[in-house]
């Protein structure tokens, strides 16, 4: 009785500690490939049917700035994207903050533009980036930033959430949770 007590013990340790190496440990990247780019539609004319469903293209969206003006997802033109979907109280949003900082100034003469798309309360975006100097293009929204990230066909993530296009808008990658720098950099060989 007890070896048989003994083994489900053990059988029970040995299946928790292999979902916490696979689900939690292994270094992998929570991504979405897009297959293949199809035509852009408007998000008006996206339907229910397509609800889980990655767009093949960047959704238009307009939010504010930093400044205050409204700015569309669209206002960098041929240029290949990462849409870095964001909150001031997101700690791991916070934490990657500095890698996307680095990004930016290594791989923006090479046609890439960083976006921060805030969903949160302005007054609080605005402080936190003159805090901590994020010298990339910031677009902020609160039901509206909602409505942003729901246009990606995901649901409720979570944050933080990264999409990355090529120089024509069409998604490419689409990854949920923490960029770390060796993530990074195998997501920007593939764009």
Not at 70 to 82: L, Q, T
Not at 132 to 157: K, M, R, T, W
Request: charged share 20%; net charge negative.
């Amino acid at each position: 009785m007890k070896s048989r007590l003994y083994l489900a013990v053990a059988f029970a340790a040995m299946a928790v500690g292999y979902a916490v190496y696979y689900f939690v440990a292994t270094p992998r990247a929570a991504m979405k490939v897009n297959p293949s780019p199809v035509e852009q539609r408007p998000l008006a004319e996206q339907s229910a049917e397509t609800e889980g469903a990655l767009p093949a293209v960047l959704p238009y969206f307009t939010l504010s700035d930093l400044s205050g003006a409204p700015r569309s997802i669209r206002s960098w033109p041929g240029k290949s994207m990462i849409v870095n979907f964001w909150a001031t109280w997101c700690a791991p949003c916070r934490r990657e903050i500095p890698l996307l900082r680095e990004l930016q100034k290594q791989h923006g003469p090479e046609g890439f533009q960083i976006v921060g798309v805030a969903v949160d309360i302005r007054e609080d975006v605005v402080k936190y980036a003159q805090e901590i100097g994020i010298d990339y293009p910031v677009l902020i929204g609160e039901q509206d930033g909602l409505d942003a990230v729901n246009s990606f066909g995901q649901g409720s993530l979570g944050f933080p959430f990264t999409v990355f296009t090529d120089n024509q808008g069409r998604i490419v990658l689409f990854h949920l949770g923490e960029i770390h720098r060796e993530q990074a950099e195998v997501m920007l060989a593939a764009v």
